[in-house]
T-cell receptor
């Protein structure tokens, strides 16, 4: 079974702190994704990566950056955390299939509170 | 941008009843997928329907897709209390997408024992 792990389930940080959220997948997937989930807004894509060192902006990249130095690891960075970044953060991975039809495998999520 | 719109936002039923959730989207798609999320957890993939398919079954799940109306429905038959969760539709856009999905806002399903 594919396993996607996230470094923390719960995290409390202060405004202005630099925050790192780590995601690791163990199935050699090429694609990795970071979402945030807020009540009434569903999941919104922050960034994704389709290869090592490659990254693409999603729908809401402002205030975030990412790093993918190794295939199995995709990090989300909040350069200077703000209270409006309090949210649930979900990481996912997938593998390209011929003709598309990829499904995503999700980690358990990190609930971040910024005070 | 949020492509998927789900209806209803919340659904409350008794065990044994059927639950139907609907999803609408705006642009052409390669496929549409349904995911489930138990409270406070990550999402789990349930079923994928390709753009050239009209109906698909998996156990107690039945998914339909109407590309002319840009809509899909998920039917859970003979629901159980354990089906209580949030359900999300997600679309993969046509063309090269790197597997990127656009999720709807979700339907919260509560099944009462």
């Amino acid at each position: 079974d594919v396993k996607v792990t996230q470094s923390s389930r719960y995290l409390v940080k202060r405004t202005g702190e630099k925050v790192f959220l780590e995601c690791v997948q163990d199935m050699d997937h090429e694609n990795m994704f970071w979402y945030r989930q807020d009540p009434g807004l569903g999941l919104r894509l922050i960034y994704f990566s389709y290869d090592v060192k490659m990254k693409e902006k999603g729908d809401i990249p402002e205030g975030y950056s990412v790093s993918r130095e190794k295939k199995e690891r995709f990090s989300l960075i909040l350069e200077s955390a703000s209270t409006n970044q309090t949210s649930m953060y979900l990481c996912a991975s997938s593998n390209p299939r011929t003709g598309g039809q990829e499904t995503q495998y999700f980690g358990p999520g990190t609930r971040l509170l910024v005070l | 941008s949020q492509q998927g719109e789900e209806d209803p936002q919340a659904l409350s039923i008794q065990e044994g009843e059927n639950a139907t959730m609907n999803c609408s989207y705006k642009t052409s798609i390669n496929n549409l997928q349904w995911y489930r999320q138990n409270s406070g957890r990550g999402l789990v993939h349930l079923i994928l329907i390709r753009s050239n398919e009209r109906e698909k079954h998996s156990g107690r799940l039945r998914v339909t897709l109407d590309t002319s109306k840009k809509s899909s429905s998920l039917l859970i038959t003979a629901s159980r209390a354990a089906d209580t969760a949030s359900y999300f539709c997600a679309t993969e856009a046509g063309g090269t997408s790197y597997g990127k999905l656009t999720f709807g806002q979700g339907t919260i399903l509560t099944v009462h024992p």
